[in-house]
């Protein structure tokens, strides 16, 4: 069993910067992406990227304030996120994928880690 354990959430100011982390049991699925549900909405993709071709892809909320990338040394996915905004506050998941499929869409994960939460205040 495939298991994904984020960190790297908390709090911080409208502007400001974290770095969230996803360690993999498996570094060999792809897409490994980043996900978030705020509360009272549903679950969206933010952010993935493919193994063999190291394409990514962003939500269009995101793209040019956060950056997705993997190391397969350490078997760590990270997302870079900057100029961090009150909407961006969510529980943030990292989710992995046998094979391939529209990146954005929760069908196509097979595993999902407990999430870590994002806090932004105005």
């Known amino acids: 069993q495939v298991q994904l354990v984020e960190s790297g959430g908390g709090s911080v100011q409208a502007g400001g910067s974290l770095t969230l982390s996803c360690a993999s049991s498996d570094f060999s699925l792809s897409p490994m992406a980043w996900f978030r549900q705020a509360p009272g909405k549903e679950r969206e993709g933010v952010a993935a990227i493919y193994t063999n071709s190291g394409n990514t892809y962003y939500a269009s909320s995101v793209r040019g304030r956060f950056a997705i990338s993997r190391d397969s040394a350490k078997k760590t996915l990270s997302l870079q996120m900057n100029s961090l905004k009150p909407e961006d506050t969510a529980m943030y998941y990292c989710?992995?994928?046998?094979?391939?499929?529209?990146?954005?869409?929760?069908?196509?994960?097979?595993?999902w880690g407990q999430g870590t939460q994002v806090t932004v205040s105005s």
């Open positions: 989710a992995a994928s046998h094979n391939g499929g529209y990146w954005y869409s929760e069908s196509t994960y097979h595993y």
